[in-house]
């Protein structure tokens, strides 16, 4: 198996890099089925940015994806470049930690639906994707040993006593005119168990079945799969699975739609010789970054309400370049923009900026003038080399906005429980337990950002625009 951190290390690949790329940018065609948001500049392009390939060297690079590659024979796994440590590969309990990091982050997530599992892992997988379609297919089959979800779905048919309503204009075209006046065609409402939500999740069952390379996952698949055999086989999207919709009495099958969306929405897949050799399963960190700040305040913050991907304020008069702050936040006592941005700072102790881009600093300042707020937070991740390093402020005061200050701030957060990265895997503990320790830092870290400009100042720079 090959490991790649973003934009950190090459890797040397053995297989056919034409053929592999040649497959990715069939993958990027088909990106939209990510339902996440993308650049303008990737917007325009055709070929594929999940990998840079060295054709001198033969080597891969991994770009601002993670997740899993699936290539004839070969594994590429694609990690945060915030665990990336030089010039070692992850142990088999490191990728376990990474893993359990993901799981955490995704735990959180909103826009990108991922289910807040709460028992034991039970025990580490190959990888991440193998992990993810552990607790799925785990979940699931205890659920349908439970109970095989049924719904109420219409069916014509034709009977010999009348069923539901009498389809007048069909029983006379069809019936009488072929003296099958005995055979009654009606429309009526069935309680069955072929329904779409069961043939979604049969349909992601046998997608994975044939990707997964786990004796257990594969045992826990193939009793779903027994266990829908009256369900028909019908391809399904991430579209279908926002139209399931359950009362409260099936509640509990929420987890499973909203992982059968995870895969369908972040996943592509191509058959050969019906033998699925070719697979992906990739998300944007930067995004899923973004999504994890959001759904942590908006559910460990009850202070302070939160609003994403703010979208009514537009750079110019004509409305044409719309400005898109990441969370748009309010307290008791204020209204600010914070900006998630991930990247890594404070990894060079010579540089004044900290790390921290001239752009995203322009960014910010657009922002403050057109959303009229004077504070602005920008929010970047801790890595596995470092703690948290507290926050930098940057005060600009500009003649447009008649030299008013406008205080930018920028905060380290803690996301990685550095001390878990140390120990051995623990299978029988929940991920929630993983993350207590850091679930209370990060709590603490944000209240201080947001509650108070009083902060631990590494630098007080003020720039002039006069």
Known sequence: MTHLFEYQNKETFNGSMDALETFLDSVW????????????????????????????????????????IQFEGERIQLHPKLFYQAGQQPSEDGQAQIQNHILWWLSYCRKIKFPNYQTALGQSKSDFLELIIYLFSKYTRELLHSSVYRRYEEESDELTHVKGRINTNRYIARNLSRAHWHKIHCTFDSFNVDNQFNRIIKYVA???????????????????????????????TAEHCDRIHF????????????????????SVSFNYKNELKLFAFLLPMEYVFEDFIYGFIERELSEVKVKAQRSDTYLDEEHTFMLRPDLWIETPEKKFIADTKYKIIYSDTTDPKGGISQSDIYQMITYAMRFNV????????????????????????????????????AHQIPIINQNLMNSPINRQARINELFEETRLELKHALEKCFGSSGNVRFENVLIDWN
């Open 29 to 68: 065609s088909k990106r939209e089925r990510f339902a996440q948001p993308e650049s303008e500049e990737d917007s325009l392009l055709e070929t594929q940015r999940f990998l840079q390939f060295i054709h001198k060297t033969k080597e891969i690079k991994s770009n601002k994806y993670i997740g899993v």
């Open 206 to 236: 046998s997608l994975l079945f044939n990707v997964t390379q786990e004796q257990e996952n594969k045992k826990f698949l193939r009793e779903i799969l027994f266990l829908l055999d009256e369900v028909s086989d019908e391809r399904a």
């Open 247 to 266: 009362n409260p009495m099936f509640s509990a099958f929420e987890t499973v739609r909203d992982y059968c969306k995870l895969f369908l929405s972040s």
């Open 374 to 409: 004077s504070e602005i937070k920008l929010l970047y991740p801790t890595t596995i080399n470092t703690e948290s390093l507290g926050s930098k402020q940057i005060v600009v005061r500009d003649a447009i906005a008649g030299n008013h200050p406008i205080q930018i701030t």
